[in-house]
């Protein structure tokens, strides 16, 4: 069975440039979350779909980013305009009903210069 | 805020049990115990959860003391794979948000 994956593994772009980062979830997993760990902090939450529906965007940092999930399948993360401090890795992961067991992807790593 | 408290670094000898300490005394009653890890820069794994009984499954073993304000994870016999970063995160199973704190990060010795 497929793991959670994330294209692009690593992504260089300059401040002001657009980034798009996708996410595939395991096939049936209707819950995907989106997670970042920037460089020397803590890994973050930032939403969680449930099919094509944001759960909980609480940890989304501003409006900078933005998340979809068309049809409830993949998933998407655009960073317009992307900043200095947005360099990072960007996880992504998904579950299915009632489990708190989170498949995690390899990550997507974002460097703004 | 993690709810969690671990230290920063452990060393444990290769074939040897790996304990890895967590408090997490503000814990409350429908809240569970997760555990996962990060090897390298991998995503990170989940390993194992548990709510006031212990448990064990294929990775590990968790131990949470009768009062649930702190827990022990335990690898049998750590291997130089199990070198990795662990997390012990204290979840409300209503809320889906996994809160990660700083880990304690475990270096398995040859």
Same mark, same amino acid.
């Given at each position: ?56 965007? %609480?940890?989304? @940092? &501003?409006?900078?980013? +933005?998340?979809?999930?068309? *049809?409830?399948?993949?998933?998407? /993360? ?15 992961? %998904?579950?299915? @009903? &009632?489990?708190?067991? +989170?498949?995690?992807?390899? *990550?997507?790593?974002?460097?703004? /210069? | ?110």
């Amino acid at each position: 069975e497929a793991g959670v994956t994330q294209f692009p593994s690593h992504s260089v772009i300059e401040k002001g440039q657009t980034v798009t980062l996708r996410c595939d979830p395991i096939s049936g997993h209707d819950n995907l979350y989106w997670y970042r760990r920037v460089m020397g902090k803590e890994i973050k939450f930032l939403l969680h779909f449930v099919k094509e529906s944001k759960q909980d965007e %609480s940890g989304m @940092p &501003n409006n900078r980013f +933005l998340a979809e999930r068309t *049809g409830g399948t993949y998933s998407t /993360l655009k960073v317009q305009p992307a900043e200095l401090e947005d360099s990072g890795v960007y996880f992504c992961a %998904s579950s299915g @009903p &009632n489990t708190g067991e +989170l498949f995690f992807g390899e *990550g997507s790593r974002l460097t703004v /210069l | 805020d993690a709810k969690t408290t671990q230290p920063p670094s452990m060393d444990c000898a290769e074939g040897r049990a790996a304990n890895l300490p967590c408090n997490h005394s503000t814990i409350s009653g429908n809240e569970y115990v997760y555990w996962y890890r990060q090897i390298h820069s991998q995503g990170p794994q989940y390993i194992i959860h548990g709510l006031k009984n212990n448990e064990t499954n294929e990775m590990a073993s968790l131990i949470i003391t009768e009062d649930r304000k702190s827990s022990t994870l335990i690898l049998p016999h750590a291997t130089l794979r199990d070198t990795a970063v662990y997390y012990c995160i204290v979840r409300d199973f209503g809320n889906e948000k996994l809160t990660f704190g700083t880990g304690t990060r475990l270096t398995i010795i040859p």
